[in-house]
């Protein structure tokens, strides 16, 4: 009888920026670490990192002591990689314009030639998961590695419990991991306490989303009327 084949595995952590971070595998050679943003640049090793935003403060291309986080990423080298959804040396040149700064600008203030950047198959990843559930950097960490037959995937530092977090970018992540772990039987690991394992309410039972719109219209509304009650006594005194 022939002998069982056994799948190599394929470790991937995706790491975020809540302190969980810390739990990840960051130590062990057998993962990969994937990272998001300015929060994952400089707090642990990394074999990528995702940043698909197509606009940016200026603050980020600022050199301060000589140094930016969009310079930092230019200058990134091979095989480390820099996951974007557009080449960034054409992002570059739009976000200037639209700063308006000046090539001339640009060229002092990014100054590598970005030979780690990898343009992300979006228009693929969409067309194979379904572009709805692409609501955060997260969620193309985690349909890539996906992509790219993982047999485990740990998620550490993210909870999305919050904000826009809650509302929209938690079902795209959750989706995208009950996906794997359900339906392709990829091992999916988070950290005790971990706020993507809670579990909404089905519809019509559900009241999480509901709650947090009506809170976030509480706030805005006290937000105002101190804005009024402020000026009037400042007026009065």
């Known amino acids: 009888e022939a002998p069982a084949i056994v799948k190599a595995r394929k470790k991937i952590c995706v790491l975020g920026t809540t302190p969980s971070r810390m739990e990840g595998p960051i130590n062990d050679p057998d993962w990969e670490i994937w990272t998001i943003g300015p929060g994952g640049k400089d707090n642990h090793r990394w074999d990528r990192l995702y940043e698909v935003h197509g606009r940016w403060p200026l603050g980020f291309g600022e050199l301060v002591d000589g140094k930016s986080y969009l310079d930092d990423l230019s200058k990134v080298e091979p095989p480390q990689q820099i996951c974007t959804a557009v080449p960034m040396q054409i992002a570059m040149k739009e976000w200037d314009r639209e700063s308006d700064k ?136």
């Open 102 to 237: 000046s090539d001339e600008w640009l060229a002092e203030h990014v100054t590598g030639d970005w030979a780690a950047n990898r343009v992300i198959d979006a228009a693929g990843l969409f067309e194979r998961h379904g572009k709805v559930w692409f609501s955060s950097s997260i969620s193309y960490a985690i349909a890539d590695a996906i992509e790219e037959d993982a047999t485990d995937i740990a998620i550490f530092g993210i909870d999305l419990e919050s904000g826009e977090e809650y509302l929209s970018q938690f079902p795209g992540c959750r989706h995208l991991m009950d996906a794997a772990q359900k339906y392709l039987g990829i091992n999916i690991i988070v950290p005790k306490g971990c706020g993507l394992l809670r579990d909404p309410l089905p519809y019509p039972d559900r009241f999480e989303t509901h709650q947090a719109l009506m809170l976030e219209r509480k706030v805005a509304w006290l937000e105002a009327m101190l804005g009024e009650q402020t000026a009037a006594h400042e007026d009065g005194r």
